[in-house]
């Protein structure tokens, strides 16, 4: 037999089934129960809360014999009963002509559409009702949300329309006023993970709950996102499917790794944080994702304390900003990895004070009113872009410092000789970049500093660079004992 998708075949099959939409489907069972169902529905929520399912459900039901005899002898239904599935129109549905579904973000043309609404007005073939379910209706064309107003708005007998959309502010207020309008949430995690482990028993998958939350918290909400993971999930696994697994098939970071950055940030450790961080990249995870995962372990470990009564989140809150501005500075930039390791390096840097003694004495003191900042973006912005044709440049920002910017002259100081002299011979190259980059004139002057500390650890803010002067030698220290000569 085909392999059928678990959304397939995780799909309600009754209302009692629709997982986290409780307040829909009670309020469908009574107005079912009543007979007192509208012709038109709006379902509104984000992919995956069972928009089109429930649509399905009542079209369902809006023909099953079973319903309608409850309904005609004035039995209450059971969310189980509805619909029945064992009558010959349930059991038909599938195939019934008189079910009409279509996404209206797939490239129907407007001669399509309007063909399909315009069979509303003909009697259904075999059905009680004859039902429409469009996906995504804020994508229709003018014209065929015209067809839908005019529909709605002098419903041929036995019809019923269930527009589904993502995006609420998209759809016409004059559809929003004419529907029944439900409104689709989230699915917690704590619904979609004994779900996930459920559905698991039944298909003799042993499932670990550390698996399922990790799945449950990666769906953000959508049962259909979390189904998707679980099968991909579900393809790799040998009838077992553990938290290791999940992190493996899905290219996640395991909680243990990101773990290892925290503790050693809060502690203090750099050289820790180091090994950590080149392990994760190890893992051949983009700084992003690594980034991002971190943010969430961060939001985990915050709820973790909370629960247990604690109130002092700072040293937390301090990572968590960190990150999050990090993956500002990563979007778009040559050098993600970098601006990573240094967003974690400078964590690693006690806290900075006014008393601070100054750098070693050789190095040149970059001028307080000088926007360094503006500089180090012009000179990483030019060497990202250099990278684009010949990696190497890529790596230019980890061999020299921007120590001063005066007028359009860009001091970069080097470690090593080498370094500057080869820097030298691009010279021109890197000019003509820099003055595309800025938009200005710019020029490079060029200084050796063979006391400096690693260029790595400096271009770092002011304050981090002061703080981490003395670092040089324990992160990036290979990288730094290969450039000098
Ligand atoms: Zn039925």
Request: net charge negative; charged share 25%; proline share 4%.
């Amino acid at each position: 037999m085909a392999y059928e998708a678990l959304y397939t075949r995780g799909r309600p099959k009754t209302l009692s089934q629709l997982v986290g939409q409780e307040h829909i489907s009670n309020a469908l069972a009574r107005a079912i129960s009543s007979g007192r169902l509208s012709h038109a529905y709006l379902l509104v929520g984000t992919r995956g809360t069972g928009k089109t399912s429930t649509a399905r459900l009542l079209s369902k039901a809006m023909n099953c014999d079973a319903v309608h005899e409850a309904q005609n002898s004035g039995r209450e239904l059971d969310k189980r009963e509805i619909p029945c599935n064992k009558c010959d129109a349930c059991r038909n549905f599938d195939s019934s002509p008189d079910n009409v579904e279509f996404d209206a973000a797939s490239n129907r043309s407007v001669e399509d559409v309007t063909r399909l609404l315009s069979t509303a007005y003909l009697a259904p073939l075999r059905a009680r009702v004859k039902t429409f379910i469009i996906d995504e209706v804020h994508m229709l064309s003018f014209e065929a949300v015209n067809s839908i107003l005019k529909l709605i708005e002098e419903p041929p007998p036995n019809v019923a329309f269930f527009l589904a959309t993502t995006e609420i502010n998209k759809v016409p207020m004059t559809i929003r006023s004419r529907c029944q309008v439900l409104n689709f949430r989230l699915i917690p995690q704590q619904t979609i993970a004994p779900y996930l482990l459920k559905l698991a028993r039944r298909l003799n998958v042993a499932l670990h709950e550390d698996a399922a939350k990790k799945i449950a918290r990666l769906a953000e909400g959508s049962m259909r996102d979390a189904l998707t993971y679980l099968d991909q999930c579900y393809a790799m696994a040998d009838k077992e499917i553990s938290l290791d697994d999940v992190n493996e098939t899905l290219g996640l970071i395991s909680d243990e790794s990101l773990d290892e950055i925290i503790a050693a940030i809060m502690a203090r450790d750099r050289s820790a944080v180091a090994s950590a961080v080149t392990a994760a990249f190890q893992s051949g995870l983009a700084a992003n994702a690594i980034a991002e995962a971190l943010i969430t372990r961060l939001r985990d470990r915050e709820f973790e304390l909370l629960a247990r009564g604690e109130k002092n989140f700072a040293e937390l809150d301090r990572i968590i900003d960190a990150v999050r501005k990090s993956t500002g500075e990563m979007y778009g930039s040559g050098i993600p990895d970098i601006i990573l390791e240094m967003t974690l390096m400078k964590l690693v840097a006690p806290i900075p004070t006014l008393t601070l003694p100054p750098t070693t004495q050789a190095a040149p003191t970059p001028q307080p009113t000088v926007n360094l900042d503006a500089a180090k973006k012009i000179f990483y912005d030019t060497a990202s872009h250099l990278g684009e044709t010949d990696a190497s440049f890529n790596t230019i920002p980890n061999k020299a410092v921007v120590t001063n910017f005066s007028g359009d002259t860009l001091t970069l100081t080097f470690k090593s000789d080498a370094m500057a002299g080869l820097f030298q011979k691009n010279l021109s190259k890197f000019e003509q970049a820099a003055t595309q980059v800025a938009g200005r004139a710019i020029k490079f002057s060029v200084v050796v500093d063979k006391n400096m500390p690693a260029p790595v650890l400096q271009n770092l803010s002011e304050s981090a660079r002061n703080n981490l002067a003395g670092a040089m030698d324990i992160f990036h220290a290979n990288d730094a004992d290969k450039i000098n000569d």
